[in-house]
C-alpha cells in the first residue's frame, strides 16, 4: 500500500512540476530551446526569464573576449621585444609571466655588472620602467579574469540553488 502511495505522490508532484513548466509562454520556451536549455527544467516565468538574461550576459562576455586575447597578444609582444632589447632568449611557448620573470632577473645581472656608469644605468632604469608596465597590466589582466571567473561560480551556485540541485 506504500508504494501504490509513494507512487501517487510521485504522480502529482511531476504533474504539477508539467504544470508549472507548462505556464512558460511560447517565446520564452523558443528562447529556452534555442540557448540549449531544456523548458521542463524551469519552474517559472520569472526563472526563465533570470536563466535567458544570464545566458545572454555571458554569451555578451565570450564576445568581448577577442578583445582581450589581443590585449594578451600585445602584453606578450610588449615583453618579447623587452627580453630581446635586454639579451633574454625567450622561446615560443613561453608565458608572459615567463618572460616577466626572465626579464627581472637580467636586469638584476645588469645592474650588478654596470657599477657606476650612469649611461648604463639609464637604460636599465628604462628596461626596469617597461618591465613594471607590463607586469603591472598583465597582474590587472590576470585580477580581472578572477574576478569574472568568481563572479561565474556565484552565479551557478545561485542557479544551482534556484533549481533544487544544491
Same mark, same amino acid.
Not at 550576459?57 to 573576449?65: E, L, P, W
Not at 574576478?147 to 552565479?155: L, Q, R
Not at 551557478?156 to 534556484?162: F, G, R
Given at each position: 500500500m506504500s508504494s501504490i502511495n509513494a507512487l501517487n505522490a510521485s504522480t502529482s508532484i511531476s504533474c504539477a512540476y508539467s504544470i508549472k513548466s507548462n505556464q512558460l509562454s511560447e517565446e520564452t520556451k523558443a528562447k529556452l530551446q534555442a540557448l540549449g536549455i531544456d523548458p521542463t527544467t524551469v519552474s517559472s516565468e520569472a526563472e526563465a526569464q533570470s536563466l535567458i538574461a544570464q545566458v545572454e @550576459?555571458? =554569451?555578451?562576455?565570450?564576445? /568581448? #573576449?577577442p578583445q582581450s586575447n589581443s590585449s594578451d597578444q600585445t602584453l606578450l609582444t610588449r615583453a618579447k621585444d623587452l627580453?630581446? $632589447?635586454?639579451?633574454? %632568449?625567450?622561446?615560443?611557448?613561453?608565458?608572459?609571466? $615567463?618572460?616577466?620573470? %626572465?626579464?627581472?632577473?637580467? *636586469? $638584476?645581472?645588469?645592474v650588478a655588472q654596470c657599477g657606476n656608469d650612469s649611461s648604463q644605468m639609464s637604460? *636599465?632604469?628604462? &628596461?626596469? #620602467?617597461?618591465?613594471? =608596465?607590463?607586469?603591472? #597590466? &598583465?597582474?590587472?589582466?590576470?585580477? =580581472?579574469? $578572477?574576478? *569574472?571567473? @568568481?563572479? +561565474?561560480? +556565484?552565479? =551557478? /551556485?545561485?542557479? %544551482? &540553488?534556484?533549481?533544487g540541485l544544491k
Open positions: @550576459a555571458m =554569451s555578451k562576455t565570450d564576445q /568581448a #573576449r627580453a630581446e $632589447e635586454v639579451g633574454v %632568449k625567450v622561446s615560443q611557448t613561453d608565458t608572459t609571466d $615567463e618572460i616577466c620573470e %626572465k626579464i627581472a632577473q637580467k *636586469i $638584476e645581472q645588469l637604460n *636599465i632604469e628604462e &628596461y626596469q #620602467r617597461e618591465l613594471a =608596465s607590463i607586469d603591472s #597590466r &598583465y597582474s590587472t589582466k590576470i585580477d =580581472s579574469q $578572477e574576478s *569574472i571567473f @568568481a563572479a +561565474m561560480n +556565484m552565479i =551557478s /551556485a545561485s542557479n %544551482k &540553488y534556484a533549481l
